[in-house]
């Protein structure tokens, strides 16, 4: 009986692939004393060396090599899916980790591989999803038209976004400063519904939103007191999730206040820009503890 002892992922150095931070415990790579397991081992093996030195080419040959012998040894697929990853082939890799965790996991051993490689995927599948609620805290842009020309100013944006069965829901509220070249300041705030749509691999995501929305207009107008105007707002955005957590949102929008309208002839403030940083929340089943070992 040939019995092979390894540890299974130690971290590499200068790694930016997050694996789990304690290694999976030695395993016995077992069957008969035949050429065939021999051959399996020494690849593996030789598949791990160079996966330790940082050469991914070498470590997807060597684990292509073992997977021609025995097409299912989990090791192996899971060293051959890490070098897609971090040869940068992050797409593939990720689709094909993803179908390693999917394969059935009888005893402790492999559950422990099967979870490494959601987890390796996770991180890669979570930047082409947006199936995750997330948080954007931004710069909205107010463009005012008046009597006098036009003006723009700055104010604080927060946005809370999620999913449900394939509808993206969206709460907002701007406030723009009080006091400022603006004819009328005041907090905005509306609740949209519309859908995403993925561009390219889907680090990139297009979406489309209408609802209503709330002014709760001050200004010099109305001392002391609040105006509350209702409308509608429509929205035209796009985010890049660069990482597993954090990505960019920029967004254009029109809102139709009629009530403003209809009392300040003179007056409109139809249009904004926003920019924002989103947070996602994560996914517990693509959580993963990360390992950085410097040189």
């Given at each position: 009986?040939?019995?092979?002892?390894?540890?299974?992922?130690?971290?590499?150095?200068?790694?930016?692939?997050?694996?789990?931070?304690?290694?999976?415990?030695?395993?016995?790579?077992?069957?008969?004393?035949?050429?065939?397991?021999?051959?399996?081992?020494?690849?593996?093996?030789?598949a791990l060396a160079a996966w330790e030195s940082g050469d991914w080419r070498e470590t997807k040959r060597l684990a292509a090599y073992a997977l021609e012998i025995d097409p299912l040894h989990?090791?192996?697929?899971?060293?051959?899916?890490?070098?897609?990853?971090?040869?940068?082939?992050?797409?593939?890799?990720?689709?094909?980790?993803?179908?390693?965790?999917?394969?059935?996991?009888?005893?402790?051993?492999?559950?422990?591989?099967?979870?490494?490689?959601?987890?390796?995927?996770?991180?890669?599948?979570?930047?082409?999803?947006?199936?995750?609620?997330?948080?954007?805290?931004?710069?909205?842009?107010?463009?005012?038209?008046?009597?006098?020309?036009?003006?723009?100013?700055?104010?604080?944006?927060?946005?809370?976004?999620?999913?449900?069965?394939?509808?993206?829901?969206?709460?907002?509220?701007?406030?723009?400063?009080?006091?400022?070249?603006?004819?009328?300041?005041?907090?905005?705030?509306?609740?949209?519904?519309?859908?995403?749509?993925?561009?390219?691999?889907?680090?990139?995501?297009?979406?489309?939103?209408?609802?209503?929305?709330?002014?709760?207009?001050?200004?010099?107008?109305?001392?002391?007191?609040?105006?509350?105007?209702?409308?509608?707002?429509?929205?035209?955005?796009?985010?890049?999730?660069?990482?597993?957590?954090?990505?960019?949102?920029?967004?254009?929008?029109?809102?139709?206040?009629?009530?403003?309208?209809?009392?300040?002839?003179?007056?409109?403030?139809?249009?904004?820009?926003?920019?924002?940083?989103?947070?996602?929340?994560?996914?517990?089943?693509?959580?993963?503890?990360?390992?950085?070992?410097?040189?």
């Open positions: 009986m040939l019995v092979m002892i390894y540890p299974l992922f130690a971290a590499p150095r200068d790694t930016e692939v997050a694996v789990p931070a304690a290694p999976l415990p030695p395993a016995a790579l077992s069957g008969s004393d035949s050429t065939p397991d021999r051959d399996i081992a020494s690849a593996y093996l030789a989990r090791p192996s697929m899971l060293l051959y899916g890490y070098a897609l990853l971090r040869q940068g082939y992050k797409q593939e890799g990720a689709i094909y980790l993803s179908s390693l965790a999917s394969f059935p996991a009888e005893d402790e051993y492999n559950q422990r591989i099967q979870r490494q490689a959601r987890q390796l995927s996770g991180r890669y599948l979570a930047r082409m999803t947006r199936d995750t609620p997330s948080i954007s805290v931004g710069l909205p842009l107010m463009v005012e038209r008046r009597w006098d020309g036009a003006a723009v100013r700055g104010g604080v944006l927060i946005q809370a976004q999620a999913e449900v069965k394939d509808v993206m829901f969206r709460v907002e509220a701007a406030v723009q400063p009080v006091g400022t070249e603006l004819s009328i300041d005041g907090g905005r705030y509306s609740l949209l519904a519309g859908r995403q749509i993925a561009l390219g691999d889907g680090l990139w995501h297009l979406d489309a939103a209408a609802g209503p929305a709330l002014w709760f207009a001050s200004g010099p107008y109305w001392p002391d007191q609040t105006q509350i105007w209702a409308g509608a707002r429509m929205a035209v955005g796009a985010d890049c999730r660069f990482s597993q957590s954090l990505g960019v949102r920029l967004e254009t929008g029109w809102t139709w206040w009629p009530g403003a309208q209809a009392e300040l002839i003179w007056f409109d403030q139809p249009m904004d820009v926003r920019i924002a940083l989103t947070g996602w929340f994560p996914d517990p089943a693509r959580s993963v503890k990360t390992v950085r070992a410097g040189r």
